[in-house]
């Protein structure tokens, strides 16, 4: 007998929070050697609704079995990696069975989960934990990323030191290179190494009752300082050789990236690429261990927007000169990945809205689409005998999930296939729309296209409020599924979304990108309303009830629309900047943002000096733990907003802004209960603005906020 008062199942996911928040969310993806196994990683909330917890789950290839899951865990597991033995190695603070004096709260280690089903087991640790995995295609090598404390002569020594910190309760740090912080996390005191180790010595599974055997870990880098942060490590298929980027700093606080060599059985480092006017970065080796693939992005200035390119390395040859690769192709190449004859290199890279793969052939430069799906793919892996590629699927229609392509027809006919999905650990979510493109022409004369999700219902007879979502970056595109900033959720409200990509973003060349630099407020601003007046052209949409919205660079165009036009009915300004001239010196990476801008082009763009001619109603919304945008730059909106613009506070201290404050999130705003939060605020303030609700019409607050 059903209970009558119950209440009804949402449509979606997209129309309940706590539905949304629960859906499994799948990363990563792992091919064993001999290309039978695949291994992906799914999060899912804990029992707690509060974080979520990271599993793995084996994928069958051929797309006949269903998804299994590996490993389970409180803590989850992360860092899949397949050993050249074909055991599936990975990182988590688990508990260790065999731990000697067991941990409350034990810090990551390396886990191998034997190939024959034996159970796992931990093969190699510290006490500052372990990450970062690494491991040679053809070779029993591994290599993962751990902490070091600068005063550390050997690791008896680092975790005495770290217990010492601990106890006497001192978080202090004492800088003398620059940066300090990044994204959420301060720098220092300890610096990440790279530790090696030889698996042959941990292969056998101990006999029952005795001690598992453990990597012995060898410092490939004592000497690192703080050059090896934010490292992107790989190693040669022969495990001699590893390859990594390296931080060198330079003269005013400036930094940029070398690629380095080491030879993992000496330690010995020499320079691959030094080049002064570029970062260098995403190395990848050659099956044949002999040449090393890499992105190569130039060093901008004020006027010059970044150049990323592809670029190929014989490792053998001592003062071998680097070699571009496919030079005339106006595309910026992300993942990379060798074929496995070594004849060519698959290439991930934004285009048109979309991420598709391409094949580059190093003899001629020819570049050959691959992927014909209206998405992106991405974890690229390619089976030994190179006839299939494997990757993790996206687009706005579908979240992350492992895909098939016959690889070998795609080369041999020249024409883009469709990839396969494989089954999955969970199943796609329903969507509560319809996704369709909106094309404009801008001022200057270039094109600008956007996706437009509309909500179900959306006619002529009843057009949508329309929601302007600007992306952040601002170098990006709104080509694939977000969990962060879900369009989905506003049209299961009813709203139709609009997810332009205008001056500066990238996959539609050169100088679509070159059209925005150093001039934020022109072409992009200029490009997202030309794009905007084509959408509410539309019959379905509501020319009369709109807002605009964005996060970042998203949320400092949110502040330029307001201080710009009044054609909006409400703004969300999301983790935004707002004084260039405050933002620049405070941000983690003031170096890049130095070369973004002279000082009288930052002020030529700088939302804040229109404060006083901001009429819109406005919600701002910052974390503190944000460093890349502080939160200096929301705390002096939000004074500004109530003591200059338009809609300052009255006598009585009343005004339509709000303020969203996370004391403890970061850029993005992550943990599932404040996502439920921001959603929910967000509802409410558009509601009231937008659709013109009030009192008990509007969707309530959480209670949460007391």
């Known amino acids: 007998m059903t209970d009558a008062a119950a209440e009804p199942t949402p449509p ?79 990182t988590s603070g688990r508990p260790d069975a065999d731990a000697e004096a067991p941990d409350d709260e034990p810090p990551a280690a390396l886990w191998l989960l034997p190939a024959d089903g034996a159970e796992a087991r931990v093969v190699a640790g510290r006490k500052a934990g372990v990450g970062g995995v690494v491991v040679a295609q053809d070779a029993p090598v591994v290599v993962v ?58 292969a056998a599974s101990p006999e029952a009752g005795a001690p598992a055997p453990r990597l012995d870990l060898r410092d490939l880098a004592p000497d690192a300082g703080a050059a090896l942060q934010h490292q992107d490590a790989v190693l040669s298929p022969d495990g001699r050789t590893l390859v990594t980027s390296w931080t060198r700093a330079g003269a005013r ?87 496995p004859d070594g004849a060519g290199l698959l290439v991930q890279a934004d285009d048109l809205g979309r991420g598709p793969v391409f094949h580059v052939a190093l003899d001629s430069g020819a570049v050959t689409r691959v992927t014909a799906d209206d998405a992106v793919l991405n974890e690229l892996q390619v089976s030994p005998d190179g006839r299939t590629l494997y990757a993790l699927r996206t687009s706005y229609t579908q979240p992350s999930h492992p895909v098939r392509v016959d690889l070998a027809v795609a080369l041999a006919t020249g024409t883009p296939v469709e990839a396969v999905a494989l089954p999955a650990p969970a199943p796609l979510p329903e969507l509560p729309g319809t996704l369709t493109e909106v094309t404009a022409t801008a001022e200057d004369g270039a094109e600008v296209r956007a996706w437009l999700v509309l909500p179900d219902g959306a006619s002529a007879a009843s057009p949508a409020p329309l929601l302007l979502w600007i992306h952040g970056g601002p170098l990006g595109s709104w080509n694939a599924w977000s969990w962060r900033w879900n369009p989905w959720i506003m049209a299961a409200r009813g709203y139709a979304v609009l997810l332009p990509d205008p001056a500066l973003s990238t996959g539609y060349g050169q100088d679509f990108v070159q059209r925005g630099w150093g001039a934020w407020g022109s072409a992009p601003f200029t490009d997202l309303m030309a794009v ?50 405050q933002f620049g010196p405070t941000t983690d990476h003031s170096f890049y943002w130095e070369r973004e801008m002279t000082p009288e082009m930052a002020l030529a763009n700088s939302p804040h000096l229109s404060v006083d001619k901001i009429v819109t109603p406005m919600l701002v919304v910052h974390g503190d733990k944000d460093y890349r945008v502080p939160i200096g730059e929301g705390l002096r909106l939000w004074y500004e907003l109530l003591s200059r613009s338009a809609l300052a506070a009255d006598e009585d201290g009343r005004t339509p802004h709000r303020f969203l404050y996370f004391p403890d999130e970061n850029h993005w705003v992550l943990t599932p209960q404040h996502a439920k939060v921001w959603y929910q605020v967000v509802d409410a303030f558009l509601a009231e603005h937008v659709l013109g609700l009030s009192g008990d019409e509007l969707p309530p607050l959480p209670e949460v906020l007391g």
Do not use: C
């Open 12 to 90: 979606t996911p997209f129309h309940d929070l706590d539905a949304y928040v629960a859906l499994p969310r799948m990363s990563g993806l792992a091919l064993s050697p001999d290309g039978t196994r695949l291994v992906t990683a799914v999060s899912t909330l804990d029992a707690k609704r509060t974080r979520y917890v990271t599993a793995l789950w084996e994928v069958d290839p051929e797309g006949i079995r269903p998804a299994r899951r590996l490993t389970r865990s409180a803590k989850g597991e992360s860092s899949a990696r397949f050993a050249s033995t074909g055991d599936l190695l990975f």
């Open 145 to 202: 990323a751990s902490d070091v404390l600068p005063r550390a002569t050997d690791d008896a020594e680092d975790e005495r030191l770290i217990g010492a910190r601990k106890d006497a309760k001192v978080s202090a740090i004492l800088h003398s290179t620059y940066p300090v912080r990044y994204w959420d996390h301060d720098l220092g005191p300890a610096a990440p190494h790279l530790f090696a180790g030889d698996l042959t010595t941990v």
């Open 253 to 339: 606080g400036a930094v940029r990236q070398q690629l380095v060599a080491v030879d993992v059985a000496t330690g010995t480092r020499r320079v691959l690429v030094d080049d002064p006017a570029a970062d260098v970065s995403s190395p990848v080796v050659s099956p044949d261990s002999r040449r090393v693939a890499y992105v190569r992005e130039t060093i901008t200035t004020p006027t010059e927007a970044p150049r990323v390119e592809l670029w190929v390395l014989d490792l053998t040859t001592a003062g071998a000169e680097p070699q571009r690769v496919a030079p005339d192709w106006d595309r910026w190449p992300h993942e990379v990945v060798w074929t």
């Open 532 to 581: 905007t007046d084509a959408t509410v052209a539309r019959a379905d949409v509501d020319e009369t009830r709109t807002a605009a919205m964005g996060g970042s660079f998203g949320g400092y165009m949110a502040n330029w629309v307001a201080g710009h036009t009044d054609r909006f009915r409400a703004i969300v300004t999301h983790a935004s900047l707002w004084a260039l001239d």
